[in-house]
């Protein structure tokens, strides 16, 4: 098989929701010579970005979007071992989860998906997730981008903790943090010290590319 | 200005569409009423635990704050913990589910209609009888139910259920039957309870998340909301929803399901979001009572003169939309979604909501 087609092969498989056809056409790639990381960028990647534009048209739904996410880490898993330790290196390492108290995960399961499709490292900590993990993540995880979401509003305060452990230990100014969930604004981001809210996964995706 | 109508004669204008001396007012205040209730110290967890506790959360919050309406909403773990999920209680908040009951395809077709008796079910049915009975000539009064959809999201997780509606299709199929069987016998309950109406929330009926073929097949048809929408009319309760999504299929759960209340909330952020005026101007009011769209989060936000200031637009908009519509009334005040039941909630700023909407609420076209 033709490395076009087996691309052409990623891209259809994720846009379809098919995780077995990616993970094929992610073994044929490796098989066929193809780098990793264009096997990545010119076939799931590409593949993703149709998605994350039919979603915004909504021609698209979760279920298709979800589908497709699923379809994407199945290639991802057999693809980013693959990748070169120094390319690997370049990438912006992101952390993101659902703030302690809340469970509600699909609106930060599809920003971690457009993130790391949009090339950063995205680091999942679920959801439920521990103010100090976050506050941490500078150190423990190397983060440059803290994301963070919640659908109720009781645990829209743990975000403000998050800000205030930051600048507690030092490392607010060594990272960017992007907030989101229904009764986020940017209004409510500047209040708490955020750098940035976005109302859907790709707008998380054009702040955060852009500075970053 | 006084009010010339009783709470009981301005709802039902406002529900036919004949004058009223100002818009009806509710913020969907609920678990809130809790911290009106004695020495203020009821925890959330006793309040949804228990009926009489439950009852008095309303009947304080309808004397503290004197709404048109009473709703008895619970929260939305009630169904899918008597199926068998974790709900983790708070004493504070809303609980949630922490651990879902349906971790596998195989579970979809293991769960079962728990005994409606028992469990927060039977607190939220006897709860809603305790209530009715004390405020039924005083507001309308309605009980609150999860529709199958979202029960299912609660008991297995929205991911895995959206994933599943196309991995698992006869398996999510069989589970929204057997919750729909549960919804019927929630409805008996509800109706021996005797509230003059019966709201179900319906939230994944949102563009942002289902298109109108999914949530047809998967909520809106006859076999699921269709069946629980009659039954509950021909058990003697008006059919109302609510729905807080950001994008609501308001063609399908206004003009094709007809309800009497139709409960939204309003996401200036979010692109497509229908304004008030806009969802008066596109007819949506023209044979429903709308209710909405005060941002929920104001009430624990916002100082109070915002609060005011917000609601003296919003009966603005809604007066002159109104009037351009040829319409009466069949519009009240409300919060979208519900007012947070937290102790951070202010608790003067929803009666400043229903103060200000009895000061400018007055339709004169």
Known sequence: MQAQDILAGLEKAVITGNRADSIKFAKDSLDAGVKALDAIDKGLVKGMTIVGDKYAKHEYFLPQVLLAANAMYGGLDILLPHIPTEDAGKKVIGVIGVVEGDVHDIGKNIVKTMLTAAGLDMHDFGKDVPVENFVNSVKSEKASLIAMSTLMTPTMDGMKAVVDGLIENGDRMKVKIIIGGAPTSQPFADDIGADWHAINAQEAVKKVKGAM | ?365
């Open chain 2, 1 to 365: 200005m006084a009010d010339t109508m009783n709470h009981l004669e301005r709802c039902v204008a406002a529900l036919t569409n004949q004058p009223v001396d100002r818009i009806p007012a509710y913020p969907i205040a609920c678990g809130v009423c809790r911290r009106v209730v004695g020495d203020g110290t009821m925890l959330y967890r006793d309040w949804c635990s228990d009926p009489k506790k439950f009852a008095q959360g309303f009947i304080a919050g309808q004397k503290y704050f004197d709404f048109d309406f009473t709703i008895g909403l619970m929260d939305l773990s009630v169904m899918a913990g008597d199926m068998g999920a974790h709900v983790r209680m708070d004493e504070q908040n809303t609980p949630f589910v922490d651990d879902p009951v349906i971790k596998g395809p195989e579970d979809y077709e293991k769960i079962q209609v728990p005994d409606v008796t028992k469990g927060r079910s039977g607190v939220l049915i006897e709860g809603t009888k305790l209530f009715v009975d004390a405020l039924k000539n005083e507001t309308i009064t309605a009980g609150f139910l999860e529709g199958p959809l979202l029960v299912l999201t609660q008991a297995a997780s929205a991911e895995k259920v959206f994933m599943d509606m196309y991995n698992n299709r006869s398996a999510v199929h069989k589970a929204l039957a057997t919750i729909t069987e549960y919804d019927k016998e929630m409805i008996k309950g509800m109706a021996g309870a005797k509230p003059a109406g019966l709201v179900w929330d319906y939230l994944w009926g949102s563009y942002s998340c289902l298109g109108d073929a999914e949530y047809d097949e998967f909520e809106g048809q006859q076999k699921y909301a269709g069946s629980l929408n009659e039954m509950t009319a021909k058990e003697g309760m008006a059919f109302c929803v609510h729905n807080c999504a950001d994008l609501p299929h308001l063609d399908t759960q206004i003009k094709k399901m007809k309800p009497a209340i139709y409960s939204m909330a309003y996401y200036p952020l979010i692109p497509g979001s229908p304004s008030p005026k806009e969802t008066i101007e596109n007819g949506f009011a023209d044979n429903c009572l709308v209710a909405g769209q005060i941002d929920p989060q104001g009430f624990v936000r916002w100082s109070q003169e915002k609060m005011q200031r917000t609601t003296m637009n919003l009966c603005q908009e809604v007066k002159t939309a109104l009037c351009a519509r040829g319409l009466n009334s069949r519009y009240v005040v409300a919060s979208g979604c519900e007012v947070p039941p937290s102790v951070t909630t202010r608790l003067e700023n929803i009666k400043e909501c229903v103060d200000t909407v009895k000061q400018y609420g007055q339709v004169k076209c």
